[in-house]
């Protein structure tokens, strides 16, 4: 008796299986293999070598077997007889193994009938599956061999995709029928899963020709198409002018790369394809941009200098850094500079000498306006996986102005807004940065584009919302209020002449006075700049418009009493000194949005228990301010205390429905009160401003020339300012620090000398 380990085969009872004679040989102690040879096969439970076999390799039920036939070409046929179990397996070292054995009788539970039906249907089911192959012929014989399950399960064993348990299941079962059911399980999933595999590939294959005729077939198209255009060249097709567009377009390689894969995925959407749309608005867009950088100009500073002064009259201090930076510009021959910051209130021209300076430079001009932006992708661009997706403003921007070195005017810097989209001004910090600017990558573009060379100009009401990174990145320039004067140079050079033009009113048919102008300014605008001055010219003309039409060939003139009787609205209050004088009334000076303006601080004692009561829609930082002069006033005059605890304290600034805040009014308040404990009268003409701190000293203030201004226009005559604002007297005009005496102080007890409330000694006068 040959024992001979098997792996991973099915063994089932009455089935008929072939074996390599080499493989019996090795177990058989070289003994030479006959036909009628008794052999049992035991089940290994893990594929290893023969060395490394030993008593507890083998699962403990096998089967016998008998040698039917010996062939030439190595493989000897078997028939499976029962099943055995196995016991005292000895392996000895020439290989061979010897084993005690015991027939392990099956459970009769299986019909003859049964299995005959089971087993016609199993074949049948084979033979449809191999009816779909090319040698469905030949393997007909050897199903019609099969009149058992298990020979059926025999000859599926070599191709079918199980593991050595679920084999050696089928021969450890007991219950035929059960083991019926195991062999039926196995066959009839194999056949399954071999028909799907079939369908997938027959599917797969008919995929593959569809789409290599489609190629053959774009190919063609493409030939065709090309002989057309090279026959009319006025009908170049979309996909030739994006492949002649990206040619020639001088991108980096990166971009290169990305815009030939956007034009290949074009070419296999088609026309009419679901993202051809999307593609092709993505290759439109970045084949648009110019790529090439362009060559540096030498920039004449005296014909840009003649520019400026066209466009704009005043604003010195802006043109001659704008001047400064075109001379570095043309020492390096390449865009150089701080990122300038034009800040102000509005009309004064932070906007349109982006428009000049652009000219000046012989640039093209573009503004992205930033107001209420709240959302980063307005800055970066929204990714293509985004249904209506775009580029950021920067890119549109620069797609727009056509050129690689645009004049850009971010205009309203200071009223951008962070969302749960992210934080837009985070996202300028590396549009503002020289060293990042030259590969800023746009989410929607997915390339890098340089932006080094792009002269950005920046605008803003007020530095106070701009985030300090930003801020940080840019050079503030301050665009202060124009004087009345000023006003009026502007108005008859630049405003009239271009309201007149687009009304269709000639030079010959009006003539606008500098005296109805002055009453414009003065009676009817109240603003630092001079876009409402501009508002009023421009209603003023139409009116006249009317009459032209009406009256052609006669000539009008404009005069003040003109302007009031023909303007239909109130003249606007500008606020002016107090008639009657009061002690406890000072005149402080105060910056808004559009300028400068003068307010009251009005104190009164009324009975009560010591408290203060302040009024006015003050804000958190003028109420403290209030409170240190009320405190610092108690310090100076001491003998004036009882009023304070037998009287309430009513501080109110006018104008309620104003909100009012800032530190500047510290020695207003101060003023007002000390005016009011000591009934000493100040004089209405003078007026103040600046932070006072607990131990008295008057610290620094901002928008000094606004506030001058409308201290002038307000007809006051002299001002207190803090000594440390001294410096800021050079931005204010000259025409104004003429007409009012301005004095520098360093503590609050200066003015109160000043102003006739304490005397030399520093008592109550």
């Not at 034009?263 to 394809?273: D, F, I």
């Not at 701080?338 to 428009?355: M, Q």
């Not at 004692?605 to 009320?630: H, Y």
Request: glycine letters at 8%.
């Amino acid at each position: 008796m040959i024992v001979v380990p098997v792996y991973n085969i099915i063994l089932a009872p009455g089935a008929s299986i072939y074996m390599g004679i080499d493989q019996i040989k090795k177990t058989s102690g070289g003994k030479e293999i006959t036909p009628g040879e008794r052999v049992v096969l035991i089940v290994a439970k893990e594929n290893k070598s023969f060395s490394e076999l030993d008593e507890n390799s083998f699962y403990p039920v096998g089967v016998s077997a008998s040698i039917t036939e010996v062939n030439r070409q190595g493989f000897v046929l078997m028939n499976l007889g029962y099943r055995v179990d196995i016991e005292n397996i000895e392996i000895k070292p020439d290989h061979t193994i010897s084993l005690s054995i015991s027939r392990r009788m099956d459970i009769e539970d299986l019909p003859a009938d049964v299995e005959k039906r089971k087993t016609e249907e199993l074949v049948e089911e084979m033979r449809k599956f191999a009816s779909g192959f090319e040698w469905a012929d030949s393997i007909e014989y050897w199903l019609r061999q099969i009149d058992t399950l298990g020979k059926a399960a025999s000859a599926v064993s070599p191709w079918i995709d199980e593991t050595n348990e679920r084999r050696y299941a089928i021969l450890a079962e007991d219950s035929r029928a059960k083991r019926a059911e195991l062999i039926e399980e196995m066959i009839y999933g194999f056949l399954e899963v071999g028909r799907i595999t079939n369908e997938a590939m027959t599917s797969q294959q008919q995929e593959h020709q569809q789409m290599y005729r489609e190629s053959a077939i774009k190919k063609q198209m493409e030939h065709l198409q090309r002989e057309l255009d090279e026959m009319h060249p006025e009908n170049v097709s979309d996909i030739q002018q994006l492949e002649q567009k990206i040619a020639e377009s001088g991108m980096n390689e990166t971009a290169r790369k990305e815009a030939n894969k956007v034009l290949n995925r074009l070419k296999q959407e088609g026309g009419q394809g679901a993202e051809a749309g999307m593609l092709y608005d993505y290759l439109d867009f970045v084949t648009g941009l110019s790529w090439k950088k362009a060559e540096p100009q030498h920039i004449d500073l005296t014909e840009a200098r003649k520019i400026l002064d066209e466009d704009h009259y005043g604003l010195d201090k802006v043109k001659d850094r704008i001047i400064q930076q075109i001379a570095v510009m043309n020492l390096k021959n390449s865009q150089a500079g701080s990122i300038l910051l034009f800040v102000g209130a509005p009309g004064t021209g932070k906007t349109s000498i982006g428009r000049s300076i652009a000219r000046a430079l012989g640039r093209e001009y573009s503004r992205v306006s930033l107001g209420g932006v709240h959302d980063e992708s307005d800055i970066r661009g929204h990714r293509r996986t985004y249904i209506g997706a775009m580029p950021g403003r920067i890119m549109d921007g620069i797609s727009k102005s056509g050129v690689s070195n645009p004049v850009m005017v971010l205009d309203e810097v200071d009223k951008l807004s962070d969302s749960f989209h992210g934080s837009p001004a985070s996202a300028l910090l590396e549009v503002l940065d020289p060293e990042q600017n030259n590969t800023f990558t746009d989410h929607y573009m997915n390339v890098p584009y340089d932006l080094s060379d792009v002269m950005f100009i920046c605008t803003a009401n007020t530095t106070d919302t701009i985030p300090e990174p930003l801020l940080n990145r840019m050079e503030v320039i301050q665009f202060s209020g124009y004087t009345p004067i000023e006003k009026l140079h502007i108005a008859r050079e630049h405003l009239v002449p271009k309201s007149m033009e687009s009304m269709g009113i000639q030079p010959e048919d009006m003539n606008v006075t500098d005296e109805a102008i002055e009453t414009l300014i003065s009676d009817y605008t109240m603003e630092a700049g001079v876009r409402g001055l501009r508002k009023k010219i421009d209603n003023l003309c139409r009116m006249f418009a009317v009459k032209v039409a009406s009256d052609p060939g006669e000539k009008f003139e404009v005069t003040p009493e003109t302007v009031r009787s023909e303007m239909d609205e109130r003249p606007v209050m500008h606020s002016r000194i107090l008639p009657e004088p009061k002690a406890g009334v000072v005149t402080g000076l105060a910056w808004t949005p559009v300028g400068g303006e003068i307010l009251y601080i009005e104190t009164m004692f009324t009975k009560g228990k010591g408290e203060i009561i302040i009024t006015g829609q003050l804000g958190d930082v003028m109420k403290e301010s209030a409170r240190i002069a009320v405190s610092l006033v108690k310090t100076l005059f001491p003998d004036k205390a009882e009023l304070f605890s037998e009287n309430d304290l009513h501080i109110h600034v006018p104008e309620g429905a104003v909100p009012k805040d800032g530190p500047s009014a510290g020695i207003a308040l101060t003023t007002a009160i000390s005016s009011l404990v000591t009934g000493h009268i100040v004089d209405p003409h003078i007026a103040m401003t600046g932070e006072v701190a607990l131990r008295g000293a008057v610290t620094p203030i901002g928008g000094l020339p606004e506030k001058l201004m409308a201290a002038e226009r307000a007809g006051i005559t002299r001002v207190f300012i803090p000594k440390d604002n001294e410096f800021d007297l050079k931005d204010v005009a000259g025409e104004v620090r003429e007409k009012i005496e301005i004095d520098t102080v360093s503590d609050v007890g200066e003015v109160l000398r000043a102003t006739g409330i304490l005397d030399a000694a520093g008592k109550a006068a």
